[in-house]
Structures are given as C-alpha cells and as structure tokens.
T-cell receptor, first 114, second 112 residues
Framework: TQLLEQSPQFLSIQEGENLTVYCNSSSVFSSLQWYRQEPGEGPVLLVTVVTGGEVKKLKRLTFQFGDARKDSSLHITAAQPGDTGLYLCATANAGGTSYGKLTFGQGTILTVHP | NAGVTQTPKFQVLKTGQSMTLQCAQDMNHNSMYWYRQDPGMGLRLIYYSASEGTTDKGEVPNGYNVSRLNKREFSLRLESAAPSQTSVYFC???????????FGPGTRLTVL
C-alpha cells in the first residue's frame, strides 16, 4: 500500500493570502489526484497529474507534480472564503490490476477567513 | 443526471443493531466503492466492486458486508453495529481510464 503524507494538517489564513499544501510519498506515483471536499459533501476531483514535472492551473489553483513523481503540491493564490474545505491527494495503487482503487492522504483542512 | 446517490443521509443506531446503506449511480460506471471517513484519517476503503457480480475487501472490511445488486447499485451492510463504526460513509463510482472517482453526499452514522 502506498502511503501519502499531507502537510500541513490544518491551515487557517486570511482572505487574500497565498498558500501551499503538500503531498509526499516514499514511492513513485503512477498518477496523482487532488480532491476538494466541502463541509457536509463528498470529495470532488480538482485535477489529475500524470507526468513528472507537470504543472496544471485551475483558475487560482496551481498543481505541480514532482520530477521524480514522489511528491505534489497545490498552491492557491489570493485565497477566498469559498476555498475553505478539506484538500485530499490520492493515488491509484501502483502496479498490477488496481480496478481504480485509490489511496488517500489524511487531508489538509483549509479555513479562509473573510 | 443525479450522479451518485446515497440513503439515508443520517442514521443513529444502538450497539448490536443492523442496517444497510444504499448507493446508486447513473453514470454506467463499472467500479463502485465504499469508504469511511474519520477525523484525521482521510478516506479508508472498506470494500470495492470492480464490476457487476464481483466484490473485494479494502483496507478496513471487518464488521461490514457488501452486495453489488446490479451495475447501478452497491449496498453496505452492518450486521451488528459497534460504536467504532461511528463515521461518515461515502460511496463512489468510477468508469474512466483516469480513475476519477465520483462521490455521493455521504451517510453520517452514529452508533450509541
């Protein structure tokens, strides 16, 4: 089982600030997904990164996949209260037939204060 | 197009009671999953079903059973609920090469 470590576990910032959350593993990822979960809802996929060094942008969110495919980061520029939620990284089990099974990190709880 | 639906949304049980959590998806996905979510633990896979008629254990299967009734429906059963099963339960489905999972809104279960 591939273990994912997310940091920080909690992040509380003011509206307009920038932030970065991290997802790390000692193993190589086949691919890496980022989900956001709002209170009382299920997680929703934000992005999938596949290629080492890949950078994807989604409005104010920038996702980066490490060159060695062992780590990923999510950077939010000018955070807004609507960004509040739990951010989860996830990866498909490496090797073999995984049937799409994902392993999730423990998540980063982000609170953006007005 | 409702995506993934779950019932009930909330449930309170006494220790030893049984119940079934229902999940249905209308996206024609082959794979379906049940997770539990506890504070600081992220999402942990209980059981999954790669296709209709097949099920397999995930990371934390003890105390649970599942049924893949047809391609649309995947139920999770607690035969004898325990306080340790107090959690939020999510059902998900996937069907694409990218392994994107679509989640339901969750069932919040409390076992007293």
């Amino acid at each position: 089982t591939q273990l994912l470590e997310q940091s920080p576990q909690f992040l509380s910032i003011q509206e307009g600030e920038n932030l970065t959350v991290y997802c790390n593993s000692s193993s190589v990822f086949s691919s890496l997904q980022w989900y956001r979960q709002e209170p009382g809802e299920g997680p929703v996929l934000l992005v999938t990164v596949v290629t080492g060094g890949e950078v994807k942008k989604l409005k104010r969110l920038t996702f980066q996949f490490g060159d060695a495919r062992k780590d990923s980061s999510l950077h939010i520029t000018a955070a807004q209260p609507g960004d509040t939620g739990l951010y989860l990284c996830a990866t498909a089990n490496a090797g073999g037939t995984s049937y799409g099974k994902l392993t999730f990190g423990q998540g980063t709880i982000l609170t953006v204060h007005p | 197009n409702a995506g993934v639906t779950q019932t009930p949304k909330f449930q309170v049980l006494k220790t030893g009671q049984s119940m079934t959590l229902q999940c249905a998806q209308d996206m024609n996905h082959n794979s379906m999953y049940w997770y539990r979510q506890d504070p600081g633990m992220g999402l942990r896979l209980i059981y999954y079903s790669a296709s209709e008629g097949t099920t397999d254990k995930g990371e934390v299967p003890n105390g649970y059973n599942v049924s893949r009734l047809n391609k649309r429906e995947f139920s999770l059963r607690l035969e004898s609920a325990a306080p340790s099963q107090t959690s939020v339960y999510f059902c998900a489905s996937s069907g694409g090469l990218a392994n994107e999972q679509f989640f339901g809104p969750g069932t919040r279960l409390t076992v007293l």
